[in-house]
């Protein structure tokens, strides 16, 4: 199952987005699709360690991926500025 919801506020710790993983995510996979998107917008997936690269070598193959950062950053950071690039 991918994740749909981008705007869903949840309180449980946040769980990799990876096919059947369970495993709390330690990183924040941003990305963009042009074809569906608009350039400013970020989607995001989730990851464990483990799923970490899969994750974003599969959005980087198709040249989706923009950012990858710790979630503890990501929620630190994530409100307000959007960086350049
Ligand atoms: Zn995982």
Redesign the pocket.
Known sequence: MFPSDENSESTESPI???KG?R?P?VWVLAWNNPKLHTPQRRKTWL??E??REHLSSFLDMRGFLKDVVRLTEWQDGARGSAADG
């Open positions: 990799c987005s990876a993983c495993t995510a990851a464990c483990e799923h």
